[in-house]
């Protein structure tokens, strides 16, 4: 049961150009979004979050876009980086309270970016 | 700040044996989480902890795994008796539930690699 998806596993971009990364969500419960990065042998670190009642969070190169009428969020990061190049995974939860802040993750998406 | 700690960070065992990680929380992170990280898939949750109670341990597979976090710190996940599916990475997080701290991230550690053969 698989409630939030990134159907991409890959994506190859090219220093200094836009990276864009996917992620799509099934129950409409879910309020809170995360997105964790992921280097090899490493846990997954905090990237940016959004809330439900925002469309759009900016946080230096990385922007977070949520489209709720479609359960579609995206990361887009610019210019990329590559440092950048990591497995994104996307997150998410209902509510922030400790009975109700697990989150669920997608399969991540392993973003490579080349010089 | 130190980190989530988490060891051993690799573990080879035969089937049927059993085997344990510890993990330490970030201080003063009443919640703590156990992640299962099968290759190619994203963490699942196992269990979830606040202070030295359990909060959530639907996705527990309580015939072969169990969890304790007898004083409300630190934290064990055993497995007994393992099996090859159990193959996986075995992700820590801390969460800071105190007002005004808490962002809605989980902070991870850095995970422990359990190879079943």
């Known amino acids: 049961d698989q409630q939030v998806k990134q159907n991409s596993p890959s994506l190859s971009v090219q220093e200094g150009r836009i990276s864009i990364l996917n992620c799509d969500y099934t129950?409409?419960?879910?309020?809170?979004f995360l997105w964790y990065k992921k280097y090899p042998a490493e846990g997954p670190t905090f990237l940016i979050s959004?809330?439900?009642?925002?469309d759009k969070n900016e946080d230096g190169r990385f922007t977070v876009f949520l489209n709720k009428s479609a359960k579609h969020l995206s990361l887009h990061i610019v210019p990329s980086q590559p440092g950048d190049s990591a497995v994104y995974f996307c997150?998410?939860?209902?509510?922030?309270?400790?009975?109700?802040?697990?989150?669920?993750f997608g399969r991540g998406t392993q973003l490579t970016v080349w010089p | 700040e130190a980190g989530v700690a988490q060891s051993p960070r690799y573990k080879i065992i035969e089937k049927r044996q059993s085997v344990a990680f510890w993990c330490n929380p970030i201080?003063?992170?009443?919640?703590l989480y156990w992640y299962q990280q099968i290759l190619g898939q994203g963490p699942k949750l196992l269990i979830q902890?606040?202070?030295?109670?359990?909060?959530?341990d639907s996705q527990l597979p309580k015939d072969r795994f169990s969890a304790e976090r007898l004083k409300g710190v630190d934290s064990t996940l055993k497995i007994q008796p393992a099996k090859l599916e159990d193959s996986a990475v075995y992700l820590c997080?801390?969460?800071?539930?105190?007002?005004?701290?808490?962002?809605?991230?989980?902070?991870f550690g850095e995970g422990s690699r359990l190879t079943v053969l």
């Open positions: 997080a801390s969460r800071d539930l105190r007002t005004g701290k808490d962002t809605g991230e989980l902070f």
């Open positions: 129950n409409s419960m879910f309020d809170y």
């Open positions: 959004i809330s439900s009642i925002k």
């Open positions: 997150a998410a939860s209902r509510g922030r309270g400790s009975t109700l802040g697990r989150l669920y």
């Open positions: 201080s003063g992170h009443a919640t």
């Open positions: 902890f606040q202070n030295n109670g359990v909060v959530d």
